[in-house]
């Protein structure tokens, strides 16, 4: 019978989970449906706020010191993962720790050109007073932007599922549930 360590914590699996939601929300429902885009979008904006705050005041696998490892770490957990042979974190590893910075900059960028393309094309939202005539030369670079961060976050968000579902195989641990309950199966960690 293995016991288990709680690591994620109810705030930091509810952020998880709702900006999720809100970010598919947001990419499928696109200019069809605008109203629904732009709160997913608002969602989007407020909870990445949050997750910087919390990167710095939460508890300790919630901060971003607890996964702030170099480069050639990264890239050397990622080598020893293909061999089977990475050594397991109960939080975030270091391969995981980059696609978090990575997606955290992708939703930020593609956030804020959607707040610039919706400004320019509908004269709405915060940047209305500063962007809201730019002229549609403005507004189509707005738009190639936030379209190009988009699409660049669900790959990022592909990538994240494979390495969550191999990571889960390699350790035998089933790292959603751990998203989900909060706790993982306790073994020899780091």
């Not at 995981?96 to 930020?108: D, E, P």
């Not at 993982?184 to 073994?187: A, I, L, M, V, Y």
């Given at each position: 019978m293995s016991t288990q360590v709680k690591v994620w914590d109810p705030l930091l699996r509810a952020f998880h989970w709702i900006l999720a939601s809100s970010f598919f929300i947001a990419y499928f429902t696109e200019e069809d449906l605008l109203t629904p885009h732009v709160w997913a979008g608002y969602t989007v904006?407020?909870?990445l706020a949050f997750r910087l705050i919390w990167g710095f005041t939460g508890p300790r696998h919630a901060r971003f010191s607890d996964f702030l490892?170099?480069?050639?770490?990264?890239?050397?957990?990622?080598?020893?993962?293909?061999?089977?042979?990475?050594?397991?974190?109960?939080?975030?590893?270091?391969?995981?720790?980059?696609?978090?910075?990575?997606?955290?900059?992708?939703?930020?960028?593609?956030?804020?050109?959607?707040?610039?393309?919706?400004?320019?094309?509908?004269?709405a939202g915060p940047l209305a007073p500063w962007l809201g005539a730019v002229g549609e030369h403005w507004e189509d670079i707005f738009e190639e932007t936030h379209e190009f961060f988009a699409n660049f976050t669900l790959f990022l968000v592909i990538l994240h599922l494979a390495g969550v579902a191999f990571e889960s195989l390699v350790h035998k641990e089933n790292l959603v549930r751990a998203m989900i309950t909060g706790y993982?199966?306790?073994?020899e960690y780091s």
């Open positions: 904006l407020a909870m490892y170099s480069p050639s770490k990264a890239i050397a957990y990622l080598k020893d993962t293909l061999f089977m042979r990475a050594k397991r974190y109960i939080g975030h590893n270091p391969a995981g720790a980059v696609m978090i910075f990575l997606m955290i900059f992708s939703l930020l960028a593609t956030s804020f050109t959607g707040l610039a393309v919706y400004a320019a094309d509908q004269h993982k199966r306790h073994q």
